[in-house]
């Protein structure tokens, strides 16, 4: 009975240090390749596999520029809604990389709202001028209110009771 018993405890050693390597093994084959980012899904090893035309594991210009005009192409695929060959700001603000379907793109959807004065969908540069005066003219009122020790900018608290009034007056 004695010596099974050093039998099964050298069985239970290999098989925990078994299950150590495969998890080993199983975090390495997971972490991320040299170039890539942590998190990225691989994104640059699959663009340097799909683009990279002579095999040396790096994107040249020629191949960098490809890569970038594939990227151009399933945009357009996936976001030009009115088929005219360029993505304009509301379809642009769809993209989920560019705050699409979050806060960006309900700002941006605001402005065009509020300063797109002829419809065409983006702000021109007369309409953008009317929006940052609008903007800078907001900050100088909310300075003037809320800058209670007058250096002329709203520190953390000062900001934290700006924000304050303003979801009060929101509700």
Do not use: C, V
Not at 11 to 21: M, R, V
Not at 107 to 121: S, V
């Amino acid at each position: 009975m004695k010596t099974t018993t050093p039998l099964l405890a050298r069985l239970a050693g290999l098989s925990l240090a078994t299950l150590l390597l495969a998890s080993l093994t199983s975090a390495l084959a997971q972490a991320p390749t040299e170039g890539s980012k942590p998190g990225n899904g691989g994104k640059k090893q699959k663009m340097i596999e799909k683009y990279d035309a002579n095999g040396d594991g790096q994107l040249d210009e020629s191949e960098r520029q490809a890569a970038k005009e594939g990227r151009k192409a399933k945009l357009l695929e996936q976001y030009d809604t009115n088929g005219d060959g360029e993505l304009d700001e509301i379809e642009r603000s769809a993209i989920p990389e560019r705050g699409g379907k979050g806060k960006k793109a309900k700002r941006h959807q605001r402005m065009l709202e509020k300063f797109d004065a002829n419809g065409n969908g983006q702000l021109d540069p007369d309409e953008r001028e009317k929006a940052k005066a609008f903007h800078e003219q907001r900050r100088a009122e909310m300075i003037q209110k809320f800058d209670a020790d007058g250096d002329g900018k709203l520190n953390k608290e000062e900001r934290q009771k700006a924000r304050e009034a303003w979801k009060a007056k929101k509700s």
